[in-house]
């Protein structure tokens, strides 16, 4: 089980020119919704940076820490780590380097988590020799984001949250649907419904569980007719079936697409809304007789969405 998340910073959340990895937002907004054993699982920062010169005053510190903030806040990634004198820990509050264990140490006592044990925090960094002294020294779980060519158990942060998710509590847990259910909407554009295990998929020596989980998927509408309607997608019931291998990891991804002759019957009647005043999109409101209207979500798709019945 973990309770407590750690994460380094440079080359682990953000690059060498200090701009976040894709995708890193979104995992850190994931993680955020996930629990353990009932609370929220807490994050915190822990970055070696600069070393106070001897004696290190509080003065010294704070200053440092002004330093460190000064390279965290143009990354837009500080409001995931507030408040930062609780979730953000240096090697100058601990007067040591990671991977020491008083770095851990100080890091818990100032997320108020001293009684939480190593055993159940989960330490992600690029660094290997960081992985390797959290695993066999410190007694933590570990992930290694391979931000360079080499070894790493994940380099894409969209493959981070389910990973997690299994180490807190397993691969059909509440978490492990949290970040399914995230995975599906950013990546495949699938607001998910029920989820259903469906056992053991394909062979091999650690065979994948297969969950299948019901919803709708937007679906591009044809255009060619009407140019005023381009890009507009339109929901259709559908299905994802989801493989998983044993660290919780996502292997595949399969969604049921439409039918070609609902996306057609979809392109008709929209086609027929706008020819009957019943369709208006932004900027302006609804119109009296208006039944549907176009948003933009955040994948930049227009969206055809129903808004009230028509009043004869």
């Keep these: 089980m973990v309770r407590v998340v750690f994460f380094d910073l440079g080359l682990t959340l953000i690059d060498d020119h200090q701009r976040p990895f894709p995708h890193v937002a979104d995992a850190l907004q994931t993680i955020a919704q996930f629990t353990s054993g009932g609370k929220p699982v807490k994050s915190a920062l822990v970055s070696d940076f600069d070393m106070p010169v001897p004696p290190p005053t509080a003065a010294k510190i704070k200053a440092i820490l002004t330093r460190y903030l000064a390279i965290l806040d143009p990354t837009g990634l500080r409001p995931f780590f507030e408040p930062v004198a609780k979730r953000v820990t240096l090697s100058a509050h601990a007067g040591a380097m990671k991977p020491a264990a008083a770095v851990f140490t100080t890091a818990l006592k100032r997320l108020g988590a001293s009684t939480v044990p190593f055993g159940e925090c989960l330490f992600i960094t690029e660094n290997p020799a960081h992985i390797a002294a959290a695993r066999t020294t410190l007694g933590m779980h570990a992930l290694q984001f391979r931000s360079a060519a080499g070894a790493g158990d994940f380099d894409d942060w969209q493959e981070a949250p389910p990973m997690i998710a299994h180490l807190i509590d397993g691969a059909h847990g509440a978490n492990a649907e949290i970040a399914v259910r995230r995975h599906l909407e950013a990546v495949h554009g699938f607001e998910a419904g029920a989820f259903q295990r469906s056992g053991a998929a394909r062979g091999g020596t650690a065979s994948p569980s297969t969950t299948t989980v019901a919803g709708t998927v937007w679906a591009r509408l044809d255009d060619a007719a009407d140019p005023a309607l381009r890009g507009l997608h339109a929901p259709f019931p559908s299905e994802a079936t989801v493989e998983r291998g044993p660290r919780g990891e996502i292997r595949e991804v399969r969604v049921t697409a439409p039918p070609a002759t609902a996306v057609a019957e979809a392109s008709a ?6 020819t009957h ?10 119109g009296r007789t208006a039944t549907h209207d176009i948003e933009t979500d955040a994948q930049g798709r227009r969206r055809l969405v129903r808004k009230r019945v028509r009043a004869l």
């Design 269 to 274: 009647f929209a086609r027929s809304l706008a």
């Design 277 to 286: 005043g019943q369709l208006e999109g932004p900027p302006g409101p609804i």
